[in-house]
């Protein structure tokens, strides 16, 4: 089951592409698609679409955690900005396994 969120962030775009470069270029296990885009305030909000929520998680815990903490000089702040999950009804497209999204 197709996984996707947003979430809004308290960061610029310096530290966006901080985390960025500490990523990598290595495409992300079980990540269909990361899109950043700018709020109306000026902040930042991620929606991201996963092949399932354990991937995601994994993909936290392997990659994403340790980039951020680098980004932020060895230890990112306490806590993580409040996700809003998803309720995916359907999606289609080149980067999703077919029948990935249908209960």
């Known amino acids: ?9 308290p960061i610029g775009d310096d530290l ?7 990523l990598g270029p290595e495409p992300i296990a079980g ?4 899109l950043c885009v700018r709020r109306a305030d000026g902040g930042l909000r991620y929606i991201d679409v996963w092949e399932s929520e354990q991937a995601c998680g994994r993909a ?3 990659r994403v955690h340790p980039a951020v903490d680098a980004a932020f000089g060895g230890q990112r702040p306490a806590g993580e900005p409040a996700v809003e999950h ?3 009804i359907d999606a ?5 396994p077919a029948g990935t ?3």
């Open 16 to 22: 966006y592409w901080r985390i960025i470069d500490e």
């Open 31 to 34: 990540q269909l698609l990361h």
């Open 101 to 103: 999204a249908r209960p």
């Open 60 to 62: 936290f815990d392997e």
């Open 86 to 88: 998803l309720e995916v």
């Open 1 to 9: 089951m197709v996984y996707a969120y947003t979430q809004d962030v």
């Open 92 to 96: 289609r497209g080149p980067l999703v």
